[in-house]
């Protein structure tokens, strides 16, 4: 079997590998690079369709050797946004689960001429093996702070290849990374790791940041703003637990409840119970009609859920008259609807909860000054959606692999330091075979 990293090798985002079996050759995601910065205007500036598409014969075109499928680990675009560079060939199916599906258009129909996803999509489901030419692959569900992200046991030519895609073991989610250290798979040939955090020994997780967020509204009036993304999953469910618990409300967008109720819809639950996540009729949720809401009002595939919504919309007037017991999400794009209707900021506080590399962008700086001058003390209170170097050892003790090869990092070094002999670092375009 041999193994190209196309992109990812040396840097943090744009993941694409290829697994060629005989004439069988699969990717492992196929992501955009992540955006740079302007340095002038300190503007986020996102990857042109030339500099994320790459050149691998039957990706556009037929080829000798057929390209039998790319496989989305998760939904963020460093691992899915190659597939809305260019059309991809309909004769290479793309799997991913239902619900990735679903976010993946959502998000892409957002932006103001937004794109829809055409490309021939094929479902996998956890833990159930499937074939995508002469690979069998078999997908193991993992704590990262997308909504839902796999890693894989690959199969072929009588080697064994695991690939984590991104993941953690500090999240909500941390017995699905415990399940996948524990899973029998066999004499490992390959492990393909990220290692985003490669660099970090350890850091805080989700009962870390929970415990710390409410020691923030315990017993005190004043809203609470919390800057993080909209699809993290794991921290809205942590707020909504808090809100619950501390007699307040959850206040969300439309955009953000439309997340929530797709996942509780698409994700296939054994026991058949609802996920342990905010959605419509929990008595601390409230929504408000926000330029996101009426985005997605808008939008004909998403007619029930937001019918559902009419009923849990809550006035200007209701959510002032209540504000001290508020806890808000918010993006950049946030504080026009927030500076145009909110009235009291008394008592109130702001939780900046995302990577910390994003304030030098000139939209987060905006935000934190926004914030600032409204006299809302600042607390940074963040968990990693990625490994710290200790999950990533114990994934390689664990699985003990023959060999080893680091991805989605800028810090390989580190693993030939930890792992010694068994490491492989390649350059973006290097192979090896197994």
């Not at 986020?44 to 994320?52: F, G, I, K, L």
């Not at 560079?85 to 001429?113: C, D, F, H, N, W």
């Not at 005190?220 to 909504?240: K, P, T």
Request: glycine share 10%; proline share 6%.
């Amino acid at each position: 079997m041999k193994i190209t990293v196309h992109r990812g090798a040396g840097e943090i985002g744009g993941n694409c590998i290829e697994l060629q079996s005989g004439e069988s050759r699969i990717l492992l995601d196929y992501g955009a690079p992540l955006p740079k910065i302007d340095s002038a205007t300190r503007k986020s500036v996102q990857a042109t369709p030339e500099e994320t598409i790459l050149d691998i014969p039957g990706l556009y075109e037929p080829a000798p050797a057929p390209l039998d499928g790319i496989i989305i680990s998760h939904t963020h675009q460093d691992h899915y946004g190659g597939l809305f560079a260019k059309k991809i060939s309909p004769a290479v199916p793309v799997y991913m689960t239902a619900a990735m599906e679903e976010l993946i258009r959502l998000t892409a129909q957002i932006p103001r001429g937004g794109k829809d996803l055409d490309a021939t999509i094929r479902h996998y489901r956890k833990g159930e093996p499937f074939m995508a030419g002469a690979f069998k692959l078999t997908p193991y569900l993992m704590d990262h702070s997308a909504s839902e992200s796999f890693g894989f046991l690959i199969e072929a030519d009588g080697r064994r290849v695991v690939y984590t895609g991104d993941f953690r073991e500090h999240g909500n989610k941390k017995r699905a990374f415990e399940e996948f250290l524990s899973a029998d798979m066999g004499k490992v040939d390959l492990l393909i790791t990220e290692g985003t955090q490669a660099a970090i020994p350890s850091g805080p997780s989700e009962p870390d940041v929970m415990r710390d967020i409410e020691s923030l509204v315990a017993g005190r009036d004043g809203a609470l703003y919390v800057m993080c993304s909209g699809q993290n999953v794991d921290l809205l469910s942590s707020l909504g637990g808090i809100a619950e618990k501390q007699g307040r409300f959850l206040v969300l967008d439309g955009y953000i409840v439309l997340v929530l109720e797709l996942l509780q819809r698409l994700v296939p639950r054994k026991s058949g119970r609802p996920l342990q996540i905010p959605g419509i009729g929990k008595k601390y949720l409230k929504i408000i009609n926000t330029s996101a809401t009426g985005k997605i009002a808008g939008m004909p595939r998403y007619r029930e859920i937001c019918e559902a919504m009419k009923p849990h919309l809550v006035s200007w007037e209701a959510l002032n008259a209540n504000i001290g017991r508020a806890i808000i999400p918010v993006r950049t794009s946030s504080t026009g609807w927030i500076n145009k209707h909110i009235r009291d900021f008394s008592g109130a506080m702001f939780v900046y909860s995302m990577w910390n590399g994003y304030r030098v962008e000139a939209a987060f700086e905006e935000a934190l000054r926004f914030f600032k001058a409204k006299g809302l003390p600042e607390f940074l209170i963040h968990a990693s959606g990625h490994a710290y170097f200790s999950a990533i050892r114990k994934v390689v003790e664990a699985r003990k692999p023959r060999r080893v090869l680091p991805v989605h990092t800028e810090h390989p070094g580190n693993f030939a330091w930890a792992f010694g002999d068994r490491v492989t670092v390649l350059k973006n375009g290097g192979s090896l075979e197994i």
